[in-house]
């Protein structure tokens, strides 16, 4: 038939007619199956019992259907302190959403005054990522009053990153060779103790790319795949 929803004239090979229906493609599909088991419309129970099987398979195709076509939860809101760090993170979610950064433009780490705006995107976060007090000297005290379910990651701390020693005569402090507040030569302040600015070792810099991605696949499981 052209349509499902004619009216059909339906024999069973005998001669006997089963008479005048209209049916829709559901019932149309019912029928097939009781006529190719044998089955009559004169016994009720075996209609009936025709009609659970098919009940039962329809609500398990639902089941399946429904479970494939569960939307995936939203990206996660993910804040990053500095440049360098939001650009590898960047990476990291790449197809499943863009990280936020808090200093933006050309603002120093080690300046930096935070505006109230900085400190509500920073609330609403699901994960803050930073490099450690002595990049971000005015955030461990904002940070430490977030709320219980914002996560923190402070990337000098993380598996795999390696503390590196100042080179001889410390930063080229003062040289002046560079206005971006990120690199060694922008610096005109000490550093003690290890040298802080772990990005610009290509070790440190894959060492953190790989925190970043077992860190981002605990928070967003349905995404870990991506990142």
Not at 115 to 127: E, I, Q
Not at 128 to 154: F, K, Q, Y
Not at 162 to 170: F, P
């Amino acid at each position: 038939a052209a349509r499902f929803d004619q009216h059909v004239f339906i024999f069973d090979g005998t001669g006997r007619g089963f008479g005048h229906h209209r049916m829709g493609l559901a019932g149309f599909v019912c029928l097939g199956r009781t006529l190719y088991h044998g089955g009559s419309f004169d016994d009720p129970n075996l209609w009936r019992f025709r009609m659970m099987r098919i009940g039962a398979l329809v609500a398990l195709l639902l089941v399946t259907v429904l479970a494939a076509c569960r939307p995936l939860a939203p990206a996660p809101e993910v804040v990053v302190t500095i440049k360098p760090i939001h650009a590898l993170t960047a990476g990291v979610m790449a197809g499943v959403g863009e990280p936020a950064l808090l200093m933006d433009g050309m603002v120093s780490p080690h300046t930096y005054q935070m505006r109230p705006s900085d400190a509500a995107m920073l609330s609403g976060a699901d994960l803050v990522i930073w490099v450690a007090p002595t990049v971000e000297s005015t955030i461990p005290g904002t940070l430490g009053m977030l709320p219980a379910d914002v996560r923190t990651l402070e990337l000098i701390e993380a598996p795999g990153v390696r503390r590196l020693a100042l080179r001889e005569g410390g930063m080229r402090m003062g040289a002046g060779e560079s206005d971006d507040p990120y690199t060694e030569d922008s610096h005109d302040h000490e550093h003690e103790g290890p040298d802080p600015h772990i990005w610009l070792d290509p070790a440190n810099a894959m060492a953190i790319t790989e925190v970043l991605v077992a860190e981002l696949s605990a928070l967003d499981p349905d995404h870990a795949s991506a990142y």
